[in-house]
């Protein structure tokens, strides 16, 4: 019998569990960190019903590799997908990647496919005692401008999303006997992956170099902090605290780790929803911040990605900043007409030709308004020891994510 543990990822293949997957057993057949693997989400794989990227189809050919397309809004489906195949060990660990990404998905949505959902899956992993289940958060906050931005710092939800993944983590912190552990990250890049806002940023400063003109944002001049982490870094991050939380167990990372979930809703949803917990009730629950080590504000990050594509970062006119601040949604559809044209440009005359793509230079407003994202990493370093794969951004790291695309035909080559 393998020493090694089995594991289940559940969502997350439009955001992080495809780098998460090729972690744990690697497309080339490498040594592997998991005996068994099942992935569980939504969408097909074979046709795809989402961008896979050319790694994790290999990840998939892998031995003892098992994708499950299911609705996990269903209590039986999720407690089917727990079910080991015959001769196989209980799985050990859970990766909850589950829950809407869109800012513009509706309450009820966030409600029944980010809230809901989690909790299924989480009393489900509680019952069969897993050794960790390790929770996911996205930057789903604004941040203060100054200060520590360690765990215990103040942050507010961004929206209908931001409430409902906050809410989310005070309901999974509540359940009894979950090993619960949260990874919150700063804003993902890298290979592949295509969600919030630095992709669509890096397909922008490609026109804007492309045109030869300054690329431009709003909110000027842009010196507040816009955090970033390397999605290996993300996936890293989630396999050292499973690891972590195994060891530690639920009572003494409470200790070691633990911080209050603060109450962020509003009060009247907690009558409306089931399976809310009291916002008089005090939920802890152990949390890590991953971000890597540039800490950049949006000026400099700016200037990193625009500096690849030979152009500068700059910033549109005090009267359009104006503007944007009574009619964004019209100020957007004007900021992305000539990128969006450019970018099409580029698809139809690349060499070689790009028959279709998931990426976009189309900028929409979660992507443009002011969203400041600060999250010191300092604790995962100190009290789970993890160190950082990829500590910066800068030219090599986003060259590294625009040739693998390009390699993929994926990205437009337009040199």
Known sequence: MSNKPSAIIFGGLNTCSRTLAALLVPPDGGERLVENLRIVDKYSVAPPTTYLGSVFPEVLKQPNVEYRQANLTVASTVASVFEPPAGQEAYDYVFDLTGEIGWDRPEGIQIGHTFKVARLVAFEAA?????????????????????????KAEVKPEGVVGTWWHETLRALGAI??????????ALPYGPYVNYLAIIPFIAVAACYGHLKQPMKALNSPGKYPSHTVHVEDIAGAMWAAAEWMAKTGRKEADVLAGEEIVFKNEKSKAAEVEGMVAPSEKVIAPLFNIEDDSKLTLVELGNVIAS????????????????AKFRLEDIIEDINEVHVSTWTTMITTSNPPI???????????????????????TKIKNVVGYQLKRPRINHEAVGDMVEKLKAEHSWPNNS
Do not use: W
């Open 308 to 323: 690849y594509f030979g152009t500068t970062f700059d910033f549109h006119n005090f009267m359009t900043n104006v503007a």
């Open 355 to 377: 028959p279709n793509t998931q990426f976009s230079s189309y900028m929409d407003m979660s992507a443009l308004k002011k969203h400041i994202v600060a999250f010191n990493a």
């Open 176 to 185: 009894q006997d979950l090993n619960l552990v949260i990874v919150r990250t």
């Open 127 to 151: 019952r069969r005692k897993v050794r960790a289940y390790v929770r996911i958060q996205h930057p789903f906050y604004n941040c203060k401008e100054s200060g520590q931005h360690d765990e």
